[in-house]
């Protein structure tokens, strides 16, 4: 794992950006978790920027998002396929037909598990998948006590994940109360992942995710697990690391870094 401290959360972002043009322009096909959320909007807005700006060519990617909620209509403003097709998929020159979300409408939420898994394998699976970190630890909707092999599938969403979504609500009562999830297991089957993390109220959560000890009970610990791990966080969520002057250290010394140094607003 590899994890860089930029001063803001527009450097931030910045900085994730280009480590997803990147990718892109080394591999035009590349297949692409998506992730949700207010973090993930200025992520979002940087790609569209590199698009319009430097030409960034999505025209061969294929996405497959973390989650979708149950009962919600794509078209409702609060469905994460709307969120994604507002945020970036109307503004970039992506087929519509290789973006994937789960169906938060289906009548056999099981099989829809089953289909979803089955779309990412015969995809060839998922080359970089971008997550960010809730309050409660989770990624995607991995709520605690989610197994740290589980598949895409159904899960009840707890209170203090409620509480932190509701406010994209206009009726807070209208927040559901489950979601469709990609697994921990899943998740951890990406060729690599990107972690995207800023904020002061993320800065204790980050730390369990990265130095704590791994438990179902903060499912982003999971992280820990796997062989090829980006995570980018700003100054604020930096707080409670206890390796950050490593950190810097490697960011500011490896060669791999040195192309993105430089890069902020």
Aim: net charge negative; charged share 25%.
């Amino acid at each position: 794992m590899q994890v860089v401290v930029r001063p803001t959360k527009a450097d931030a972002s910045w900085l994730a950006a280009r480590l997803i043009a990147a990718a892109i322009r080394a591999k035009p096909q590349l297949v692409l978790g998506l992730a949700t959320g207010r973090t993930m909007e200025r992520l979002y807005a940087k790609l569209v920027q590199l698009h319009r700006e430097e030409a960034l060519d999505f025209s061969l990617v294929r996405t497959f998002n973390l989650d979708e909620y149950i009962g919600l209509l794509p078209e409702d403003e609060n469905s994460y396929r709307y969120y994604m097709n507002h945020h970036l998929f109307d503004h970039i020159n992506i087929d519509k037909r290789n973006t994937h979300l789960p169906d938060g409408m289906t009548q056999d939420e099981k099989g829809e598990g089953r289909r979803y898994e089955e779309a990412i394998s015969e995809a060839g699976g998922i080359d970089i998948q971008l997550l960010g970190i809730g309050r409660a630890g989770h990624i995607g909707f991995n709520e605690p006590l989610s197994a740290l092999q589980s598949r895409t599938r159904s899960k009840a969403l707890t209170p203090l994940t409620i509480a932190e979504n509701s406010g994209e609500f206009a009726d807070s009562a209208r927040m559901p109360r489950r979601a469709i999830t990609m697994g921990v297991g899943t998740i951890l089957e990406a060729q690599r992942l990107l972690v995207l993390v800023t904020g002061e109220t993320k800065a204790e959560i980050l730390a369990k995710a990265v130095e704590g000890p791994i438990t179902s009970m903060v499912s982003a610990t999971a992280i820990q697990l796997h062989p090829n791990v980006q995570v980018v966080c700003d100054e604020e969520a930096s707080t409670a690391l206890s390796g950050r002057e490593y950190y810097d250290w490697i960011f500011n010394n490896e060669p791999e870094w040195a192309p993105y140094r430089d890069i902020g607003e």
